[in-house]
């Protein structure tokens, strides 16, 4: 079965500065790769997605991910933080052979210092 | 709008008194699932659907039913609520291809007493 490891349960960043959160995987192939983002009180969102093909993905609201195959990663980074971006964000995996099967992170929570 | 809706946002209730907490999605989506979210244990995957008149389970079905009658509804049963049950609880849908990514209702919290 597969799993996901987020090792950073709570980050703190100034506003302006540049965000690196970390998502480890174990599965035996490739999954496809999802990062969302969920503000307070509300479902979880979409920010963005890998499957095949360039290792550096772009997504919503300035966010990017790489995917590391030989680090079994999908690092979500942003160049410069707004005070917007304060949530928790959950990494997510999909196995290869079973679309319906999800397995979530514990999540990260964010806090944006001004 | 597209949207998944679930109802009802909140619900407070005693062990053992029954209670189906609905969700609806207007995408035409394949495919439903739900989850409950516990501090500190991201998103647990209860049930999920991939079709109409079919479910399986997830990481934690225990307590819980589902059924899939239409494409777009996908009902949570608590028969039995325990206070173990507690949580806060999301319905999602996707267009069921490997690579869709999941639409979420606002959620659920459900405290048992």
């Known amino acids: 079965a597969q799993s996901v490891t987020q090792p950073d349960i709570h980050i703190t960043v100034s506003e302006g500065a540049s965000l690196e959160l970390r998502c480890n995987y174990s599965y035996g192939a490739t999954p496809y790769l999802f990062w969302y983002v969920q503000s307070p009180g509300q479902g979880l969102q979409l920010l963005l997605k890998?499957?095949?093909?360039?290792?550096l993905v772009q997504g919503i609201k300035g966010f990017e991910a790489e995917f590391k195959r030989s680090q079994s990663s999908f690092n979500l980074r942003k160049p410069s933080v707004h005070w917007s971006d304060a949530a928790e964000y959950f990494c997510a995996v999909v196995p290869n052979t079973n679309a319906g099967k999800s397995t979530f992170g514990d999540g990260t929570t964010l806090t944006v210092k001004p | 709008e597209a949207q998944v809706t679930q109802n009802p946002r909140y619900l407070i209730t005693v062990t053992g008194k029954k209670l189906t907490v609905t969700c609806s999605q207007n995408m035409n989506h394949e495919y439903m699932s739900w989850y409950r979210q516990d501090p500190g244990l991201g998103l647990r995957q209860i049930y999920y659907s991939m079709n109409v008149e079919v479910t399986d389970k997830g990481d934690v079905p225990e307590g819980y039913k589902v059924s899939r009658k239409e494409k777009r509804n996908f009902p949570l049963i608590l028969e039995s609520p325990s206070p173990n049950q507690t949580s806060l609880y999301f319905c999602?849908?996707?267009?069921?291809?490997?690579?869709?990514?999941?639409?979420f209702g606002n959620g659920t919290r459900l405290t048992v007493t």
């Open positions: 890998y499957f095949s093909g360039d290792t």
């Open positions: 999602a849908s996707s267009r069921g291809q490997i690579n869709s990514p999941l639409h």
